[in-house]
């Protein structure tokens, strides 16, 4: 990832719009900035969600609050606590993410 063009800026994530994305189960509540072609997000999942989909996009992902379980399409599965990350290529291994307790993250991708 190459950083360029992106002035010194601060955000207030609680004044960025707030967009809902419905799960198979549960909501994921996205608030998002663009700069350039990266993308950062505060996002919340609410207890019970699963995603409706195998993701296959690169992130850098830390567990800001609540536990995220993450499964790879090959089985492998782990849970993130707050204070912990995982971090994924594009189009490397497919992942999809779930919550029993919901969670909050920080995601840039």
């Known amino acids: 990832m190459q950083m360029t063009d992106i002035p010194f800026g ?9 967009t809902e994305h ?3 189960s549960g909501m994921a509540y996205w608030r998002t900035q663009h700069f350039g072609t990266i993308r950062v997000r505060h996002v919340e999942y609410t207890p019970g969600y699963v995603a409706d989909h195998w ?8 567990c800001i609050e609540g536990e995220l379980d993450t499964e790879l ?12 990350s995982y971090q994924v290529a594009d189009n490397a291994e497919a992942h999809r993410s779930s919550t029993a307790t919901g969670a909050k993250l920080f995601i840039v991708d």
């Open 22 to 24: 419905k799960g198979d």
């Open 10 to 18: 601060i955000t207030d994530w609680a004044k960025i719009e707030r």
């Open 55 to 62: 993701c296959v996009k690169g992130h850098i992902l830390l």
């Open 73 to 84: 399409e090959d089985g492998r599965q782990f849970t993130l606590r707050p204070g912990m």
